[in-house]
């Protein structure tokens, strides 16, 4: 039996047994006697019924409104495999629960939704809002991830993020910060190439290009987008280089290159044109654009990142997404700006460059140390969900999208450092 086929198996025996599915409801109150129900439910419920009629804000006081996460699919790009539906996705944004769960404590609900169409999908998410604090879109397929996200942060007041689109933008660029830090380097003079040009390639170079850097090319499917074509999206537009420009001359002496694409998108002789010490993220998964030994062999200088777990410098949202909607959340916050991810961006990165506890080290069975094979941290790192989580709320706080009356960070942090014991 081959690899493949023997984790297929015990991913599908891990799904189906002992029980079908991975979450599941808990009980938080106490309910063995005949009070706890006439508390809990009939004639007791009327209360905070009443009280959240007269001020909807109390909601946050007396549900689980405040810690609950919708994780809502359409199922039409379901991880590498495309357009599944909706069903199909299910498994995947239950998965996406039980990380919410873990790594920041938040509760979720997976919601597969049967709709394609952009007004319909919409008006569905946002009828059934008032359940969640927060929402996470999930696997859709872009372009119209793009306007769905836009209309529903317009119409809603809770945080909502579609998190194929940012969660590799934050990561990648704490990523791409560090790179820099080791290399000499700075955002503003760097050169940087996205292949790729769908969700996460898009969300990847608005973030860069917010945080200073200006030379951006990027790849699609059919070659590199520049002025000559004509069948270029309003997203693909934003990053046009001129016409005629190729992509191997978007390579030349360029300082960072981010796949996200398919494997064979770009090569070697790519890679041999960029600058030294170049940072060359290859970030399809499960099979990489260029695997880490082919960089190496031909580019020895380069910094490498990767979209899996076997290799140093994984990008993963789950670095993200938990901690940025646990510090959203928390505040009140009606949106996830751009200086929240920024902040996100810039705690992992920092992270990165702090003392490693030795428990780290014991679980990754070697000795980190901030460097080429280290620049961004792992998940198991406990403090995450205080450092991110804190970033993010206070960056909330100062934007002005928070809706708390008092913000302490300090506190704060000691709150979120007592969630996960």
Do not use: W
């Not at 993010?392 to 996960?420: C, H, I, N, P, T």
């Amino acid at each position: 039996m081959s690899h493949d086929s023997s984790l297929n198996q015990q991913a599908l025996l891990y799904h189906e047994q002992p029980h079908p599915g991975k979450i599941a409801t808990l009980i938080t109150k106490p309910f063995s006697t005949q009070n706890d129900l006439s508390l809990a439910y009939s004639p007791g419920v009327a209360a905070p019924c009443l009280e959240i009629q007269k001020n909807p804000d109390d909601a946050y006081r007396y549900t689980s409104k405040g810690n609950l996460i919708g994780v809502i699919s359409n199922g039409t790009a379901v991880l590498g495999l495309g357009n599944l539906g909706a069903l199909a996705s299910k498994p995947v944004m239950e998965g996406k629960a039980i990380l919410f769960k873990k790594f920041s404590d938040l509760d979720a609900y997976d919601i597969e939704v049967d709709e394609t169409d952009i007004e319909r999908f919409c008006d569905t998410v946002a009828a059934i809002a008032p359940t969640f604090g927060g929402i996470n879109l999930e696997d859709i397929k872009a372009p119209e991830c793009f306007e769905i996200e836009r209309r529903l942060v317009e119409r809603l007041d809770i945080p909502v993020m579609h998190d194929d689109q940012h969660g590799t933008a934050v990561i990648s660029l704490a990523g791409i910060m560090n790179g820099c830090l080791v290399t000499g380097r700075t955002l503003e003079d760097i050169k940087v190439v996205i292949i790729g040009a769908g969700a996460a390639a898009i969300s990847c170079g608005r973030i860069y290009r917010f945080m200073g850097v200006h030379e951006i090319y990027m790849s699609d499917s059919k070659g590199l987008i520049q002025a000559g074509r004509n069948d270029l999206n309003a997203q693909k537009l934003e990053f046009v280089a001129p016409e005629g420009m190729s992509q191997r001359e978007a390579f030349e002496n360029a300082d960072v290159v981010v796949g996200l694409s398919a494997p064979g998108s770009f090569s070697l002789q790519d890679i041999a044109c960029m600058s030294s010490n170049p940072i060359i993220f290859t970030l399809a998964n499960p099979v990489p654009e260029l695997f880490p030994e082919e960089v190496r062999a031909a580019r020895p200088d380069a910094i490498i990142a990767t979209g899996r777990s076997d290799y140093p410098n994984q990008v993963n949202n789950v670095l993200g997404f938990p901690f940025i909607f646990r510090g959203a959340m928390d505040v009140r916050s009606c949106t996830i700006n751009m200086e929240m991810k920024v902040a996100a961006s810039q705690a992992l990165a920092a992270l990165a460059r702090a003392e490693i506890p030795e428990y780290l080290n014991e679980i990754y069975k070697t000795r980190l140390s901030f460097g080429k094979e280290y620049i961004i941290p792992k998940p198991f790192d406990k403090r995450l969900i205080v450092e991110v989580s804190a970033s993010v709320a206070e960056a909330a706080v100062k934007s002005g999208v928070a809706r708390v009356e008092a913000f302490d960070v300090d506190v704060y942090k000691q709150q979120l450092s007592e969630r996960l014991k």
